[in-house]
C-alpha cells in the first residue's frame, strides 16, 4: 500500500539529507510504528506519505514514494486526500472549522459525499472516540488532548485507505489513548486500513504493532522487524523493555502481561529489600542557598492560534531587567484557596485548594479536560478565579503588573509556540538571555544540555523545528530566568526517552535548589521519575492528593508499567529496582 524506495529528503539549506537510504513498503491493512531518537526525520518520512514533503515544505525528494500506485512526487496532497488521511503533531494547525462536528464533516463535504453518508460517519465518529458530548462544543474552547482526538477524528470520517498519524497520543490521557489506539486497531483488523504511525510514548502503542521501522540516528537507513526484533537493538524502548534488559528475559516482553509473567523470580528478589521500596519522595529538602534571577514571563500576543487560555487575557511581553543579586527562590511557593473558575458557561475548576512549597515537584493528572491547563494559567495569571484565591511568592497573580509577576513564576504553555517570536533560534536565546538579565549564551547551553549531539543549528526558524524540538526551546527561553515557580503543561510532547531523561535531571536539579515545579501531564512515567506528589482531578475538582506511589500504583489508568508488573509492591521505576537490585 506505501512504498518507499531508495527515499532521501534535504531541505532547502541544509547541508546533510534528513533522512536518506529509506527503503521499505507498508502493506495493506497493517499498523506500522516508525521509532527513532527526536530529530532523526520521523516527521518528514510520515510527510512524504501524503504529500506534505516536499510539495508544501520545500526542499528536494530523491527515490520515490508511491501511495495506493500514486507517485507523491506527481500527486499534491489534495489528489491523495481521499486515500490518505493525516494528523500532525499540532492539531490547531489541523482545523478548518469552529465547532467539533462541523470539522468532523468537513472532509467528507470536501470529497463530495451524500449527506446522509456524511451524518452516519459523524454519529460513529462520535461514539467511537468519546465525543459525542463534545459535539456542539467550539474547538477553541477545548483541551488540547480533546482537540487531538477531534482531529482524529476528522480524518477518520472520509474512510480513507491508508491513515498517516504523528505523534497521535501524545496529548491524550491514558484513557483516551488506550480508547483511540483500540479505534485504530479495529480499522486495521476489521476494515484493512493500513496505519503508518511515529510515536515517542511506546509504552502505549507497541502492543498494537506489526511491524516496527527504527531510524536509529539522522541519515542512518531504516532497521525493519517485528517489535520484537527492533526492541532488541533500539536506542529508544518502553519501560517494560528496560525492565526485561534488567532482568535478562529473552525474548525481551513488550506488554505489562507479558511481563508479569515473567516476574514472580524479580519480585521474590525485590521483596526483600521491600525496606527499600520508595513510600514517596518523602519530605522535600529546601535549600536557601539556591541562586535565583528575576524572572520574566512572556506570552505571544494574542492572535487566532493562541489555545483558549490565553484568549481574553492581556497579552505582553517579557520587560528586560538587570540581573538581580544572588537571591533565594521565593519561600512562600503558591497557595489556591477553594478557586472555582467558570468560562463561557463550562466550570474549569470547582472549590479546588492546593499548596505548593518550595523544592516540591507537584503532578497534576486526570483526564482531558479536568482542569489541569486552567490551574496552570490560574498560577501565572492568565486566568482569573471566579471566586477563591490564589497567591503566589505573596502575590495575587491576576491583579499583579506583569514586571512584578515576573519575579515569581514562569509557565511553559501546551503550545511553545506561544512562546517563540523569534525568526531564528540564535535570535530567541539571545532575546531570553537580555530579557532574563542573564550572561550571554545561557539560555542556547540549556538547549544544548537539552538536546545533545548535533542538535539545532542557530539559524534554523522555530517553526521548522519538529514538536519535541519546539517545546524543548520554549523550555530553555524560560529556564534561562530561573522561575522560583516553574509551571510546564504537557513538558514531554514530542521528547523520545532519552531527552525526557535529561528534562528529569534538569528538574530534579531545579528542584533540589529551592524552585517549586507543577507539571500538567498525561504521562505517567514522567510522573514516576520526577513528583514528589501527585494530584487526581476529574470534571474540576480534585479526586486525590498524596505521595506519588500511594496514589498511582492503585490506579489501573495512572500506574506506570513498572508498578503494573510488580504490584502489589511499590515500585514505580526501573532505576529503582535497578538500585534495589545492586
Not at 35 to 46: A, E, I, N, Q, R
Not at 53 to 82: I, M, N, S, Y
Not at 402 to 426: I, K, M, N, S
Not at 461 to 468: K, V
Amino acid at each position: 500500500m506505501i512504498r518507499f524506495e531508495d527515499v532521501s529528503v534535504t531541505y532547502d539549506g541544509a547541508l546533510e539529507p534528513t533522512v536518506q537510504g529509506i527503503d521499505f513498503e507498508v502493506p495493506e491493512g497493517e499498523l506500522v510504528l516508525l521509532v527513532g531518537p527526536s530529530g532523526v526525520g520521523k516527521s518528514t518520512v510520515l510527510g512524504a506519505v501524503s504529500g506534505l514533503v516536499p510539495h508544501f515544505t520545500g526542499g528536494t525528494l530523491r527515490g520515490r514514494v508511491t501511495v495506493a500506485g500514486r507517485d507523491t512526487r506527481t500527486h499534491k496532497p489534495r489528489e491523495l486526500a481521499d486515500v490518505v488521511g493525516t494528523v500532525g503533531q499540532d492539531p490547531l494547525s489541523h482545523f478548518v472549522t469552529d465547532t467539533v462536528e462541523d470539522e468532523l464533516a468537513y472532509g467528507m463535504e470536501s470529497l463530495g459525499l451524500a449527506p446522509d453518508v456524511m451524518r452516519r460517519r459523524v454519529e460513529e465518529t462520535l461514539d467511537l472516540l468519546g465525543l459525542t458530548g463534545l459535539r456542539d462544543r467550539p474547538i477553541a474552547t477545548l483541551s488540547g488532548g480533546q482537540r487531538q482526538r477531534v482531529a482524529i477524528g476528522s480524518v477518520l470520517t472520509p474512510h480513507p485507505k491508508v491513515l498517516v498519524l504523528d505523534e497521535p497520543t501524545s496529548a491524550l490521557d491514558p484513557a483516551a489513548a488506550e480508547e483511540v489506539l483500540a479505534v485504530l486497531q479495529r480499522l486495521v483488523h476489521d476494515l484493512g486500513t493500513t496505519v503508518l504511525m511515529a510515536e515517542h510514548r511506546l509504552e502505549r502503542v507497541i502492543q498494537y504493532a506489526d511491524q516496527l521501522v527504527l531510524l536509529p540516528a539522522p541519515g542512518a537507513p531504516p532497521v525493519l522487524g517485528t517489535p520484537a526484533e527492533v526492541m532488541a537493538v533500539s536506542p529508544v524502548y518502553p519501560p517494560v523493555v528496560a525492565l526485561g534488559r534488567l532482568a535478562n528475559w529473552t525474548p525481551l516482553p513488550l506488554t505489562v502481561r507479558d511481563a508479569r509473567r515473567r516476574a514472580a523470580d524479580l519480585r521474590e528478589q525485590l521483596e526483600k529489600r521491600q525496606d527499600n521500596a520508595p513510600e514517596g519522595r518523602g519530605a522535600v529538602s529546601i535549600c536557601g542557598s539556591a541562586a535565583g534571577r528575576d524572572q520574566p514571563h512572556r506570552t505571544r500576543s494574542r492572535d487566532e492560534t493562541a489555545p483558549p487560555e490565553l484568549l481574553g487575557a492581556t497579552p505582553h511581553r517579557w520587560f528586560p531587567r538587570k540581573r538581580a543579586a544572588t537571591t533565594p527562590p521565593s519561600p512562600h511557593g503558591a497557595e489556591i484557596q477553594s478557586v472555582s473558575v467558570t468560562r463561557a458557561h463550562i466550570h474549569a475548576l470547582r472549590h479546588v485548594s492546593l499548596t505548593v512549597t518550595p523544592g516540591e515537584t507537584i503532578a497534576l493528572m486526570g483526564r482531558n479536560g479536568a482542569g489541569k491547563s486552567t490551574l496552570l494559567n490560574t498560577l501565572v495569571g492568565l486566568v482569573p478565579p471566579t471566586t477563591g484565591s490564589v497567591h503566589v511568592g505573596g502575590a495575587v497573580p491576576h491583579k499583579t503588573a506583569p514586571r512584578d509577576l515576573v519575579r515569581r513564576v514562569g509557565l511553559v504553555p501546551q503550545e511553545p509556540r506561544d512562546l517563540l517570536y523569534a525568526d531564528t533560534v540564535q535570535a530567541e536565546c539571545s532575546a531570553a538571555d537580555q530579557d532574563a538579565g542573564a550572561a550571554p549564551g545561557t539560555c542556547r547551553a540549556l538547549l544544548s544540555e537539552l538536546l545533545p549531539g548535533p542538535g539545532i543549528a542557530d539559524g534554523t526558524h522555530p517553526r521548522d523545528l519538529s514538536e519535541g524540538q519546539r517545546l524543548t526551546l520554549a523550555l530553555a527561553v524560560v529556564l534561562t530566568a530561573n522561575p522560583p515557580l516553574l509551571l510546564l503543561d504537557e513538558p514531554t510532547r514530542g521528547l523520545d526517552y532519552a531527552a525526557k531523561a535529561r528534562l528529569v535531571t534538569l528538574l530534579r536539579d531545579l528542584a533540589a535548589r529551592g524552585h517549586a515545579i507543577v507539571l500538567a501531564t498525561h504521562d505517567v512515567e514522567l510522573a514516576a521519575e520526577l513528583a514528589h506528589r501527585v494530584v487526581l482531578l476529574a470534571d474540576g475538582e480534585v479526586i486525590a492528593d498524596g505521595p506519588t506511589p500511594e496514589v498511582v500504583v492503585a490506579s489501573p489508568s495512572f500506574a506506570p508499567q513498572v508498578a503494573k508488573i510488580l504490584a502489589p509492591q511499590k515500585w514505580l521505576t526501573v532505576a529503582e529496582v535497578r538500585e534495589a537490585l545492586a
